[in-house]
């Protein structure tokens, strides 16, 4: 359970409380319907009628669809934790000189713990402009949408490249209010109402077969799709010319034969594409620790004696073909793509480790090791994931330098 902290409360109390903000126009957006739940609850038994009015608390799923296209000046919009890391992703993602990106992100660290008195409205005024001008950003990268639109079919991660289309269709017909979105998102893809640009990454937990559907629809508009079932790899074009795979994803059950089969296919992707750096992600791997790493010890080092020394020992003196990340995926980091081209644009001038301490995100707790481990990929990324009796998306970060 998130816990916030008695800073954290004085600051929205001090906040809200100034006479510069007494308006019935005020958003607390934050990243997550949960934590939104959590914020009231905290922010309503701290304030104890301190307030005559009330601030609208809400996600992020919900203030781009209903009140991202219709900011006012006036409005007051306090972006807490995580969601102001985003609006600095976003920004500095923007930026065409990676030189700029450090720079900015100390400004807005600075510029959010010092705007609260006489800088209040200023910050207010360029909070506002920025936030429209980052979350369009954002679209251009990964959205994750709002939880609740998923129950149906149990999906985990719902990315989408973010059309004018797309986002008309949830606009005009309250996408995360009326109704589940597989179906209506299946057939809007299967009339081309809404168009396949670069990527569409949807992760399912159990839902296998729409799960075909989606990707035999990106098949017939040309998606690049190949292989069935059991392997899936997408290719992106550009001027007729295929590309690098971006995807695979593999489903495997707590079956030796099957670990020392998914091993030998990681080791052929990667030898197929020595062009395109590969991670192997693989959740839940505290159930199968040895299991799994005895498997692709056997299958990297087939050819040398291994009777000497364990799994562990013989992994860890490799030299892979591809990064191992024995992390939990990160399924509560919805924009862990644009996050880790961050990190590969200041890789030069910065550590990963000393990027993440500028993020103060509950995205990120308990995860900065797993994080670090994916950004020893360079240049472009094709990460692997593989779930436990489970279908899971890949975070894919290969997009094309800014």
Request: glycine residues 4%.
């Amino acid at each position: 359970m998130v816990q916030f902290s008695e800073s954290l409360t004085k600051r929205i109390i001090i906040s809200l409380s100034s006479p510069l903000d007494k308006r019935d126009d005020t958003y607390i957006v934050t990243p997550r319907r949960r934590l939104a739940r959590q914020i009231k609850e905290e922010f309503n038994n701290s304030m104890q009628g301190k307030l005559s009015y009330s601030p609208q608390i809400m996600t992020l799923g919900d203030w781009i669809i209903f009140h991202g296209e219709a900011l006012l000046a006036k409005e007051q919009i306090l972006l807490m934790g995580s969601l102001q890391a985003q609006l600095i992703w976003g920004e500095a993602l923007s930026r065409v000189k990676k030189e700029d990106i450090l720079e900015e992100l100390t400004t807005w660290d600075i510029g959010r713990e010092a705007g609260a008195t006489n800088t209040a409205d200023a910050m207010r005024q360029k909070l506002i402009v920025q936030a429209q001008d980052a979350w369009r950003k954002i679209h251009l990268y990964q959205l994750e949408l709002n939880s609740r639109v998923f129950a149906k079919d149990k999906i985990t991660h719902f990315f989408y490249e973010w059309s004018n289309a797309y986002q008309e269709i949830c606009e005009q017909r309250k996408l995360c209010d009326e109704f589940m979105l597989t179906d209506k998102l299946l057939a809007a893809i299967a009339t081309k109402e809404v168009g396949i640009k670069r990527s569409l990454w949807v992760g399912f937990t159990d839902n296998y077969p729409v799960y075909e559907r989606l990707y035999e629809l990106i098949r017939k508009q040309g998606g690049g799709l190949i292989d069935k079932v059991d392997a899936f790899r997408i290719k992106s074009e550009s001027e007729g010319k295929v590309q690098v795979p971006q995807l695979m994803m593999e489903e495997y059950e707590n079956d030796q034969d099957e670990l020392l089969d998914l091993a030998q296919k990681v080791k052929l992707f990667a030898q197929e594409n020595p062009e395109s750096q590969v991670g192997v992600v693989i959740p839940g791997l505290e159930k199968n620790w040895h299991k799994v790493r005895q498997s692709f010890a056997h299958a990297l080092l087939e050819e040398r004696d291994t009777s000497n020394y364990s799994a562990e020992e013989l992994l860890d003196e490799l030299d892979l073909p591809f990064d191992m990340s024995w992390g939990e995926e990160l399924q509560e980091f919805p924009l862990i793509g644009s996050l880790l081209d961050l990190l590969r644009l200041n890789q030069e001038r910065t550590s990963p480790a000393e990027l993440l301490d500028r993020f103060n995100s509950p995205y990120l707790a308990g995860h900065k090791e797993e994080i670090i481990a994916r950004t020893r990929l360079n240049s472009k990324l094709c990460l692997m994931s593989v779930t436990y009796r489970a279908i899971s998306l890949a975070d894919i970060a290969a997009k094309s330098p800014l």
